[in-house]
Structure formats: structure tokens, C-alpha cells
């Protein structure tokens, strides 16, 4: 590909990128993948009634999807309810299992879904949690439990609260699927075949999403990026 | 320009090592040629690194696994409920239930007129000799020697005769209204010398 490329120029860049054999790396890896899949094993084992292969799925990846909800609800308790619930939906559907991806594509599947409608019951904008410290009320303002002024990194630490908060709204503002895109793929580490199939789309799509997100992060954070 | 349209929206994805190398070598080669593009990867780059650095993650609560825990324990007891409901209704479901089912209710339909026929005699005592006194006590003195007349004696039936208003209005005289029809006509059939063997 790359000797065509620089024999023919802008038109094999086109079909280099456009052309259906291009595939991604998580597209290539994600049709074989999930057959090697441990966690797709043991998803196997809990449809046959175990319950132990559920409680070792929760305990490895429910850190994640707590923290997947966290940054759409910005509220820890609402956010550990999620997950709990992407469980329980998991659990209740689990005779009906079919592995057809990565378990983690299919439990973030479910936690993108019940956050996205979550986002459309509620209205969560300037409904901020501190990052550090206890967790608000309903209606409470981001109140931040300011750092010891003893301790020698405290404007450092100050700095990244205010940072986190700050990324944290410009996030908010995103659209709903431009976020999920983001998160999925850029926090929880996703490849875009899997996000495409987590958001039910494809991964031209999952791109664009992604670029006009990262484009209005851009824009947002400027003066941090400088 | 159109080439650096097209690099841009990969631009994220070859930050984040996400694509494959057929997509990969165009972008690289449009790299080593495009300042602006390179520019962009990495404010990219930087964007991504801020992203990781400033939203750190959070540990669920202590409680959370054993609410779960709870959780999943309700769930799994309410599916155990629901499976024995499953079970009864599956029961119920027996393809052998379903004929005999059918057969009792046209044995039922079909015997309906000796019932109603014999729907006085299967509890005769109790409903004349009641607590707060009947219409038959009321209105024949006497009657607990005729009724054991009545019992001893051929089955009377009249066709055609309906109760007075009085007792349709009084639906719990209903019963006592019959063994005093039946006593009636058959004192009367006594008196004629007519009865009719039911």
C-alpha cells in the first residue's frame, strides 16, 4: 500500500483510507478476537447457571463501568447504580448469551445504553461531583473540598481538580453519542470496531463522532493545550 | 487540502494506535509531508494526555459490591418464583390435563338438569331447619315429620311451576321454597291419589 501511495499520490490516499479493505486494527482484531475471549469463556459458564463465573466477571470490570457511568452522570452513588444495573441485565438476559464479540463490547453495550437514557430522563448539566471528596447532593453546587495548604503539592493537586472539573464540563456539553464515542474509545480503551458496535453504527461513523468531539475539546481547552 | 480533510478525522485514531497499517502507512506518509497535520497530531497527543491526567478514576464506594451483592440475591429468588409459577402453569399445560379437562365440563353440562333436580336433597336438613327459622317452619308447623316423609318418598318434580315473586326476591328462601313445593304436591298428589316418580 505504501509504494502505491507514493507512485500514484492523492488519489491512492483516498483509497487507502476509504476502501473497504481498510480495515482498522480493532475491526481485524475484533472478528477473531473474541473467540479467544477468557471473559466470553466465562460468560459461557454463567448461562449454564455459574453463578461464580458471574461474581468473577463483576469483580474484574465493574471498576470500569462505574467509572464509564461516572463520567456521564458525574455523580458517584447514580453512577455505581448504573453499573449495578448493566449487571443485573446482563445476569437476567444470560440464557439468551450469544457470544457474537468481546464480553467487555457487550457489557459496555448495555452500560452505554442505560447511561444514554439516564442522560435523556434526567438533565445532568452543572450537576457536578468533586472529583476528590464527599459526594453532593441532588441540586448541591460542586462544592471541592480544598486541599491542606501544608502539603507541598497542594496548588498542584488544586490545579487538577479545577482542570478535571473543567474537562469534565466541556465533556457534558459534547453531544450524548459524541461522548459515549469518546469515553468508549479514548477512556475504556475500546477499539473503534467495538465502539461502532456498542453504539450500533459504524466505524466511519465512530470516527466522525470522535473528530468533531476531539475538535470541541480542542477548541474548549485551548488555553490548557497551549 | 482534500487529503488533509480526510487525514484529520484519522488523525485520532492513529494517536491512539487504533488503526490498522493499511490506514496507517498513507496517514504516516501524509505526516512526513504536512506540517499542519503534524501540528494537529499533536495538539492531539496532548489533548489525550490531559484527558488521561485530569480525569482520574474513581473506586466505588465499600458498599457497593455487597449492595450487588443483595441485589443479585433478590433477583435471583424472584427468578426462583417465577420458575415455580412457570412450573404450576407448566403443569396445568399437560397436554393429558386439556381432554380430561374437557370431558369433566361436558359431564358437568350434561348432568346439570339431575343436579338441579337433586340440588334440594344433598343438604335438605340444614337450610329447613336453619337457626332464624324458614319458610317452612314458618308456614307448615309440623313439617320436620313431613320432610322425613318427603325424604322416604318418591322424588316429586313439577315442571312448569315458577316460585311467587316473593322468593326470586329473596334468592336464600329459594331452596326452602322447593322442599315446600315438593311437600305441597305431595300432599296434593296424596290427596288426588296422583304423584309422578321422578
Given at each position: 500500500m505504501g509504494a502505491k501511495l507514493e507512485s500514484t499520490g492523492r488519489v491512492t490516499l483516498l483509497?487507502?483510507?476509504?476502501t473497504p479493505m481498510a480495515k482498522t486494527v480493532g475491526q481485524a482484531?475484533?472478528?477473531?478476537?473474541?473467540r479467544s475471549?477468557?471473559?466470553v469463556e466465562v460468560m459461557q459458564r454463567v448461562k449454564k447457571g455459574d453463578s461464580n463465573a458471574f461474581r468473577e466477571l463483576f469483580a474484574k470490570h465493574a471498576d470500569a463501568v462505574v467509572n464509564f457511568a461516572y463520567r456521564f452522570v458525574n455523580n458517584r452513588h447514580r453512577a455505581e447504580e448504573l453499573a449495578q444495573d448493566a449487571f443485573l441485565?446482563?445476569?437476567r438476559a444470560r440464557a439468551r448469551y450469544e457470544p457474537k464479540a468481546r464480553f467487555t463490547t457487550y457489557l459496555y453495550r448495555v452500560a452505554t445504553n442505560l447511561c444514554l437514557n439516564e442522560l435523556r430522563r434526567f438533565d445532568y448539566q452543572g450537576r457536578m461531583e468533586p472529583l476528590e471528596g464527599r459526594p453532593l447532593a441532588d441540586g448541591e453546587e460542586g462544592i471541592r473540598e480544598l486541599p491542606d495548604e501544608e502539603i507541598p503539592d497542594a496548588e498542584d493537586r488544586l490545579a487538577g481538580v479545577e482542570t478535571g472539573t473543567r474537562i469534565q464540563k466541556?465533556?457534558?456539553k459534547l453531544p450524548p453519542n459524541q461522548k459515549s464515542a469518546l469515553l468508549l474509545s479514548r477512556v475504556q480503551g475500546l477499539s473503534y470496531q467495538e465502539v461502532a458496535e456498542c453504539l450500533e453504527t459504524t466505524e466511519s461513523a465512530v470516527k466522525s463522532l470522535i473528530f468533531r468531539a476531539t475538535q470541541t475539546l480542542r477548541e474548549e481547552l485551548a488555553d490548557l493545550l497551549a | 487540502?482534500?487529503?488533509?480533510?480526510i487525514i484529520r478525522v484519522e488523525l485520532p485514531g492513529y494517536a491512539n494506535g487504533k488503526l490498522g497499517p493499511d490506514v496507517v502507512a498513507p496517514v504516516r506518509a501524509h505526516l512526513q509531508s504536512c506540517p499542519g497535520c503534524r501540528a494537529e497530531l499533536s495538539g492531539l497527543e496532548r489533548l489525550d494526555a490531559l484527558l488521561l491526567q485530569?480525569?482520574?478514576a474513581?473506586?466505588?464506594s465499600a458498599s457497593f459490591a455487597s449492595r450487588f451483592a443483595n441485589r443479585l440475591a433478590a433477583e435471583a429468588r424472584e427468578g426462583e418464583s417465577q420458575s415455580s409459577r412457570r412450573d404450576w402453569l407448566g403443569w396445568l399445560l399437560q397436554p393429558w390435563l386439556i381432554p380430561v379437562a374437557a370431558a369433566a365440563l361436558i359431564a358437568a353440562v350434561m348432568f346439570q338438569p339431575w343436579f338441579a333436580d337433586h340440588s334440594t336433597s344433598v343438604f335438605p336438613v340444614p337450610l329447613i331447619g336453619g337457626p332464624q327459622g324458614s319458610v317452612a317452619s314458618a308456614k307448615k308447623p309440623g313439617s320436620d315429620a313431613k320432610l322425613a316423609e318427603r325424604n322416604s318418598a318418591p322424588k316429586v318434580t313439577v315442571a312448569g311451576s315458577n316460585p311467587p315473586s316473593e322468593v326470586l326476591q329473596r334468592p336464600e328462601l329459594f331452596v326452602d321454597y322447593a322442599v315446600i313445593r315438593d311437600l305441597d304436591i305431595l300432599e296434593s298428589g296424596r290427596g288426588n291419589g296422583e304423584s309422578h316418580a321422578g
Open positions: 483509497d487507502a483510507i476509504e482484531a475484533s472478528d477473531a478476537s473474541w475471549d477468557p471473559d441485565q446482563i445476569y466541556v465533556l457534558d | 487540502m482534500r487529503d488533509c480533510e485530569a480525569l482520574p474513581i473506586t466505588p
